[in-house]
């Protein structure tokens, strides 16, 4: 083929690149900036397969090695399921409280201002999985609950985490002394809250215990 003669070339110069060879160095130079500055170890959309490839969580792609995954990160596409996830995540609550009942809505400001500026770059993924169960301990007669959250794509060196909440410490619901909240929290999940009555805990660590399954990303509360 004479490349002298095509346009726009010069004598010497092997012709003018067509526009696969320009997108095929575009996504090389996107490639090699990816593998410089991102970690895909905190990339909760980067997930490998039992076949050895790797896939996108977010836009459900497939890819045969890392790079490839981290040219798409950097695509069209991924940026802007990126910034749908992302708008969609700014409009929820930072606390579900669906769990229990939604009623009120007047969370304090400053503290949201606070959390929206530690959680800047996280995205959460949603609720975890749960199952609560209620349990009697025959030989005390004490009644209690288990339960049971699911977290398959938490963070990398993440334990999940509960706490117990007065009715007076939150702002959804009005206060009532009657009731409390245990609350569960494990990045990049949502923190999820169960509405119990308000009453002493047993805090014999025979009938209080917790406990997380690294290998079946399972945490397990007990308290009575």
Not at 98 to 105: D, F, I, Q, W
Not at 122 to 134: F, N
Request: with cysteine.
């Amino acid at each position: 083929m004479d490349f002298q003669n095509r346009a726009g070339s010069k004598p010497g110069s092997g012709g003018v690149a067509g526009m696969s060879e320009s997108n095929v160095a575009r996504r090389e130079r996107l490639r090699q900036l990816a593998l410089e500055t991102i970690d895909l170890a905190k990339d909760p959309y980067f997930m490998k397969n039992h076949l050895g490839s790797y896939e996108c969580k977010l836009c459900l792609t497939l890819h045969t090695n890392e790079g490839s995954y981290l040219a798409h990160t950097q695509g069209k596409k991924h940026q802007t399921n990126l910034a749908r996830r992302q708008a969609k995540e700014e409009n929820t609550q930072r606390v579900d409280w669906s769990v229990v009942r939604r009623s009120r809505s007047g969370a304090n400001a400053s503290t949201q201002q606070r959390q929206s500026r530690a959680r800047a770059n996280l995205i959460k993924i949603g609720r975890p999985g749960y199952q609560v169960t209620k349990i009697h301990e025959p030989a005390t007669r004490q009644m209690g609950l288990l339960f049971q959250l699911q977290y398959p794509e938490i963070g990398v060196d993440i334990r999940p985490r509960h706490r117990f909440m007065s009715s007076f410490e939150q702002r959804v619901e009005e206060p009532d002394k009657h009731y409390q909240y245990v609350l569960f929290a494990a990045e990049p999940y949502e923190t999820i809250a169960f509405k119990i009555q308000s009453r002493e805990i047993d805090k014999d660590p025979a009938q209080l215990f917790s406990h997380w399954d690294p290998d079946l990303k399972r945490y397990t509360f007990q308290f009575l």
